[in-house]
C-alpha cells in the first residue's frame, strides 16, 4: 500500500479488471498484463498516454475534474468508486491535518443505553476501521467477537469459529473490505489503517487479495447467513447508522423479518442472552490469536 500514490494505484488496479472488449476494443492479441493497456485508456478518455502515465506514476496527482470523470466512465466505476477516485485526487492535505491522534473513542451515553434497550436486536458500535466500541447482550450472544477491544475485520478473516458463524462468509469479506477502503478514504497513510492492513495481509490471503482489488461500497445494510452453534441457520437483515457528532462512528443493529422462522430463534438467542448462558461479559478481553 503506497500511501504516496493512492491515486495511481488505484487506476492500475481497476485498468486491470477491465477487459479490451467491454469498452469496445478487440480482445485479440498478446497481452503481457491483464485489463487495459495505458494507452488504451487513455485513448478512451481523450487524453495523452503520456500524462495517464504520470497519473499512474505518481507524477501528476491533481487531474481536472473532467479527466476523472472520464476515467471513471473508461474504467466502468459505479457512484462509489467514482466518488472514491474523486476523493484521492483531492489537494494533499498537510500531515498534521490528515492523521488523526489515535485516542479512545467515546461511545455516547445515550447510545449505550439504546443499545441495552434493544434487548431483542444484536447491536453494536463499530468505528471506521471496525473496531467494536460497544455491544448489547444480544450481540454478545450473536458473537463473541462482539464486545469492545476487538476488530470485527480482523475476527472475520481470522477466528475459525467467526468463519464457521457466517455461511455468506465469502460474500461478508468481500463487502467488508470493500466497505473499509470506502469508508477510509484518501486516508490510506493512517497509522491504525497501516497496522490493520499489514497484519491482513500477512496473515491471510483472501484479504490480500480483495485488498489489492481496489473495491469501493458505500457503508450499506445487508443480510446475514448464519449459523450459530446454540440455535442453528437463520437469516438476520441489519442496518448501519452514523452517530452525528462523533469520529466516524456507527450502530449496527440486527433484526430478523416479522413472524419469520429466523424471528424465532433471534429470540431463542435473546433468550439465552438474558439468562446469561453463553454470552460472554462485555468487559472481556479480545480473545484474539496474536
Not at 104 to 130: C, I, K
Not at 155 to 175: Q, S
Request: with cysteine; aromatic share 4%.
Amino acid at each position: 500500500m503506497d500511501a504516496k500514490n493512492a491515486l495511481g494505484e488505484f487506476l492500475r488496479a481497476r485498468r486491470e479488471r477491465v477487459r479490451p472488449e467491454d469498452v469496445g476494443l478487440s480482445g485479440g492479441g498478446l497481452r503481457r498484463v491483464p485489463g487495459l493497456r495505458r494507452e488504451e485508456v487513455a485513448l478512451l478518455a481523450g487524453i495523452s498516454s503520456d500524462y495517464y502515465l504520470r497519473l499512474e506514476q505518481g507524477r501528476d496527482r491533481n487531474p481536472s475534474a473532467q479527466v476523472l470523470e472520464a476515467l471513471a466512465r473508461v474504467l466502468r466505476l459505479d457512484a462509489a468508486a467514482s466518488a472514491h477516485l474523486l476523493s484521492l485526487a483531492q489537494p494533499e492535505r498537510p500531515a498534521a491535518s490528515r492523521r488523526r491522534a489515535r485516542k479512545p473513542e467515546a461511545v455516547p451515553a445515550s447510545v449505550r443505553e439504546l443499545l441495552d434497550t434493544w434487548s431483542g436486536h444484536p447491536a453494536y458500535v463499530q468505528n471506521r476501521f471496525t473496531d467494536c466500541l460497544a455491544a448489547n447482550a444480544a450481540a454478545r450472544a450473536l458473537s463473541p467477537n462482539y464486545v469492545p477491544g476487538v476488530n470485527l475485520l480482523r475476527a472475520v478473516f481470522l477466528d475459525p469459529a467467526e468463519h464457521e458463524l457466517r455461511r455468506d462468509w465469502e460474500e461478508l469479506t468481500a463487502e467488508g473490505v470493500a466497505t473499509l477502503r470506502g469508508h477510509i478514504g484518501p486516508d490510506v497513510d493512517d497509522p491504525r489503517l497501516v497496522e490493520l492492513v499489514g497484519e491482513l495481509s500477512v496473515r491471510s490471503e483472501r484479504f490480500r487479495l480483495l485488498w489489492s482489488r481496489h473495491e469501493v461500497r458505500p457503508m450499506v445494510g445487508r443480510i446475514s447467513l448464519l449459523s450459530h452453534p446454540l440455535v442453528g441457520d437463520f437469516e438476520l437483515r441489519s442496518n448501519k447508522f452514523e452517530i452525528p457528532g462523533t469520529d466516524a462512528l456507527s450502530v449496527v443493529v440486527f433484526h430478523a423479518e416479522p413472524g419469520s422462522r429466523s424471528a424465532e430463534l433471534l429470540s431463542l438467542l435473546g433468550s439465552l442472552a438474558a439468562s446469561g448462558e453463553g454470552v460472554p461479559e462485555e468487559t472481556s478481553p479480545a480473545h484474539e490469536d496474536r
